[in-house]
């Protein structure tokens, strides 16, 4: 079955306001065979689920599950993988590139104080009361569109979310929901195992995800991995590929989506480091394991 592919930066028509910041908000719904993708988002987004359940990848953490009736935010600059785990799901998107969140100075500063060395977990925010009536209110003037570009009317749902997350969430949960934003450090070892398959094994990719100089990236890598950038990406690529190519009823098609390449370079992938093409690939691990 063909698999559609839609791209984050497409889904909300952003407008301005007057102080030039950006929101946007659109409804979509997509069925299993249906996915959005971006390989660097220029928003930050929240997602609402409405109906069904999701799994969403990125840059701070993989196959996280949402389900209907919680949030989910992404950070923007990252690599997205959002994907339906039933027959429909529908989100409400949310895009901003700043929140009206005002944080208490000193909880602000204990937290990232005592969160600089924890790597960022998956959050999500369950939606309460009020803001479903705020998710209900949108969605309801929504209904027969699929985005909404009328710069007032986007501004003041972006006013009513943000007022709504600062009176009737608790500082802890918003602190930590936004925590990519606040520039915690994370652990460089952590980083590059969350997210080599996210930039499918493209050292290039990588780098730029780092915010690094590629002298430091590949001195870094190489202190904690003892190896350049491109074998070690190869090696768990590799090993990343014989994994999936153990499951039952995967196809090469499959592989290569979970691994973030094109079935062409997917293939010349097998080719080159399994001697053979990727569907024999299968054959032959499957083949083993009985």
Partial sequence: MKRHVLYINSIAEVVHNDHGHITGFALRS?????????THSQHYYIIIVL???VTIDCSHYRHARAEAGQMAFMPKGSLYHIESLERTSKALFFAFDTTLVRMDNNLYNYFVRHAADKPYEFNLLRVNDQMAKVVDMIVSQMTGHRKINITEVCNAWNTLFFVTFATFYKRTELLEFFRPMMHTRIDFRSFIENNYIEA????E????????TEYQFRKRLNEEFGANPKQWLTEKMKKEVLHL??????????????VHMSQ????KFCRKHFDCTATELIAKVQSKGK
């Avoid at 499918?200 to 050292?203: A, D, E, I, L, W």
């Avoid at 190519?245 to 979970?258: C, H, L, V």
Wanted: proline residues 2%; charged residues 30%; hydrophobic residues 35%.
């Fill in 245 to 258: 190519a153990r499951k039952s009823d995967i196809t090469p098609t499959e592989i290569a989506r979970k």
């Fill in 205 to 212: 990719k990588l780098l730029r995800l780092s915010g690094l």
């Fill in 264 to 267: 062409i370079k997917f293939f």
């Fill in 51 to 53: 109906q069904g359940a």
């Fill in 200 to 203: 499918g094994g493209n050292v």
């Fill in 30 to 38: 997509f069925r299993k065979n249906e996915s959005y993708n971006d």
